[in-house]
Every structure is written in C-alpha cells, then in structure tokens.
C-alpha cells in the first residue's frame, strides 16, 4: 500500500465513531460555510494519511475537522437514497434507517391535503422533508437531540415545523395526520414484532382510539412482521382497537419491499390491501380471496413483484393478467400470451427438465453457456451454493428456475420475455 509520510488515515485506527459526532459544531461550521478546498480533501476520506490530517487540524483550528470528515462520508453513503444527500446531514443510524426520496415522496403523496401533520420518531428528516410540503402546522417529534439537530438543518427552508424533543407516546398536540416510523433496532438489535418497537404498536395506535389526537395515521412498520396477525390481534371484534377502519399497503422499491403501511382513520382505503410498486406508482388493490385457476408450464412466466407476493395478491394480479398459478404453493404464474412487465417480471418458457446436477452441467456444456442466472421457488439450497456447481465455459447467457412442483423439483429454461 502506498503511504504518504505515514499511514494512510482510518477512522477505525482514530477511534472515530460516527456516533460520538458533535452536531452542534458541525451544523454551525456547515452554515457559516466550508472552503470548497478543504471540503474535496475531506470528501477523499481514506485517502488521507494521518500526517495530512494533522496538518488539516492545525491549519483550520477553528473548525471540527473530525465532525466534517465523518460528514462527508456519511454524506456518500447516503447518495443511494437522496439525489440532495450532499446538502443534508445524517447520524449513521438515519443513513441505514431513514425512507429514501423515493419513499418520502410517496409517504407526502399518501398523507394528502392535510393541513396538520405530526411526524413520530422523524429521524433525521428523510420523510419530514416532503411530509412538511404545504402543510399550515408540522410538528417533528425525535427522543434523539442529534436526530433533531439533523432534522432541523435538513428541513430549514420550512418555517411551518415545531421540533419536540421527546417520547413519541408522549405527545399531546392534536393534527389531521399522525405519520411514524416506530424505531425498530431500540436496543440495536432489529426487532421483527409490533410489541418490540419503540413505541410498540399499542401505543401508537393509543394516540388515535384513546387520545384522540388526529383523525388518521399512516404508521411505517418493518415488511416482515406478520400482519394477518396483528390484524386479528388488534382490530378484531373483541379487541381493544376494534374497527373496521384500517388497511394494508406494501411498498416495494427497485423490486425491494422496503415496508408494510398500516393506514388507520381517514386514511384507510375501503379495500383491506394495496401492492405499491415504486418508483413507477403502479398499484393493486384486493382482498386476498381472489382464486385463478393452477395449471402446469405455458409459453410464458410471470414473476410478480414482492409488494404483490407479500400482500397476497398474486391470484388477483392472475385474473387481471388472463394468467394462471404455475402451482398453489408457488407464487409464480404462467400464461400464453406476452404481457407488460409493470407488475413484476416476464419470462418465455424454453423447456423443462427434472432436477439433476449432472444433466444440467451437461446441458450447459452443450449449450456453451458462460453466464448462469439461478432463480430458485421452493427449493431448499441457496442460489450461491448451487451456482458453485457449475464450471461455466462459453459466450452465451441463459436463465434457469428450479421449483418445486408437487414432491419433485423440476428446472426450468427460460429466456427474457
């Protein structure tokens, strides 16, 4: 490794912790405004050496060079999420954990025309940004200071924002909309169950059945937690939180589900649950009921998006498609006639085989294939461990779907569709 009077810089050799940051000296350095010098050989991160980075504190001793450095790279990180990250400011837990842009604007679009709003548990501002968008009163509510001091320097060109540092079950103002992200890792440890977020659910939902502070909320909860579950547990008959007024909405980014919305009040739909394909914006609304017929290999392969395998309504999609289920315990579909891949992806259906090792090793020799996707449904092993299998020789590209249908496995040749 080259070095440069010294080794080359590393945060963790300098003890540096994105945590232990002084918000107050940074915000305050960043507003008064960085010499655009000194913020490019900052923003090379690591390839400053430790010599060079002395030097920095002493020549600009007025400054938290060390707040600015980590800054920056946390400023890099966030680009996958804002196309403005270089003009915001992130605590390491609000880059992992804060809605993206493509997020927060759905969650402004969701939200409506309220006039009021509240964002619990607000981060450092990655949906306040957009919930705050024409709204006369917003009220932006964190338990974390450096949460808000990043909230507050993210939102800054808004002056319809109160910032309350405290609880999110403690708050007392009445609004039109209550929008939270319950904290999902409170002991840094990710948490799957409403009962183990930070509120838990019944506290969040207490604001409305109890309190009465809004007339809806939209609560952000995490796409893997069991909702006909909490459905039954806490909006049944018998149940504390009984009603009619609620339904399901599961977001997938970029073929990601990035999460599940609880819509409660005024911002339920009347149909129980709703796929969201972003960033298209494409939806599909239904109850989860709806039945197509299953039928065997047909020209085509429909692989719906995970928003609409997660909401269950892969049948709907089906009889909105003119496609049927490849096999009822499979959330694949299958069809004769090409059709638009804005719900999932398409595949042609080439030929079928029995699950064999040796014959697809063989089957990819005579076929020179040097590139291999693996898809897998219902299969016990890990597309890595089965891709190891292969020693891959020639210039051709093909897909390959192993599923289980009735109790053998079967692979499948496909192509795009």
């Not at 918000?23 to 913020?39: C, D, N, P, V």
């Not at 993210?154 to 708050?171: R, T």
């Not at 299953?294 to 999609?317: C, M, N």
Request: hydrophobic letters at 35%; proline letters at 2%.
């Amino acid at each position: 490794m080259k070095r440069e009077n010294g080794d080359y810089f590393d945060i963790k050799k300098q003890g540096f912790c994105f945590g232990d940051m002084d918000y107050k000296k940074l915000i305050a350095s960043l507003k008064t405004g960085i010499a655009l010098e000194l913020e490019r050989e900052l923003c090379l991160g690591k390839k400053l050496s430790i010599s060079r980075l002395q030097k920095l504190r002493i020549e600009y001793s007025d400054l938290p060079i060390n707040e600015l450095l980590d800054h920056y790279k946390l400023q890099q990180r966030a680009r996958r999420k804002f196309s403005h990250a270089n003009e915001m400011v992130f605590t390491a837990s609000g880059v992992e954990q804060s809605s993206s842009e493509i997020m927060g604007k759905y969650h402004n679009r969701r939200a409506g025309k309220a006039s009021s709003l509240a964002d619990l548990c607000c981060g450092i501002g990655g949906d306040l940004q957009y919930l705050a968008e024409n709204r006369q009163k917003v009220y932006a509510v964190d338990l974390d200071s450096d949460s808000l001091l990043c909230a507050k320097y993210n939102c800054q060109f808004y002056n319809n924002i109160s910032y309350l540092q405290e609880k999110a079950e403690n708050f007392s103002e009445k609004v039109e909309l209550i929008f939270c992200d319950p904290d999902r890792r409170p002991q840094g440890n990710r948490k799957y169950n409403v009962e183990d977020m930070s509120p838990d659910l019944g506290q969040v939902l207490d604001l409305f059945f109890e309190k009465k502070l809004c007339g809806g909320m939209l609560i952000k909860l995490s796409p893997v937690i069991n909702y006909l579950k909490v459905e039954k547990e806490y909006f049944s008959n018998w149940s504390k939180y009984a009603t009619q007024w609620y339904s399901w909405e599961f977001i997938s980014e970029d073929g990601v589900l990035k999460e599940i919305l609880l819509c409660v009040g005024s911002h339920a739909e009347r149909i129980k649950r709703k796929a969201v394909i972003l960033p298209a914006g494409v939806e599909l609304t239904g109850s989860g009921t709806e039945q197509v017929e299953t039928k065997g290999w047909q020209s085509y392969i429909f692989e719906p998006d995970k928003a609409i395998i997660r909401a269950g309504l892969v049948q709907k999609l089906g009889a909105e498609l003119g496609y049927q289920l490849l096999d009822g315990h499979l959330a694949l579909l299958t069809g004769e006639h090409a059709v638009s891949e804005e719900y999932g992806r398409l595949f042609k259906f080439i030929e079928v085989m029995p699950y064999n090792i040796k014959k697809m090793q063989k089957y990819l020799r005579e076929h020179e294939v040097g590139e291999l996707i693996l898809k897998t449904r219902g299969f016990p092993d890990p597309v890595e461990k089965i891709h190891k299998k292969f020693k891959l020789k020639g210039n051709k590209k093909m897909i390959m779907l192993i599923v289980r249908l009735g109790k053998g496995h079967q692979v499948a040749v496909l192509e795009k569709g």
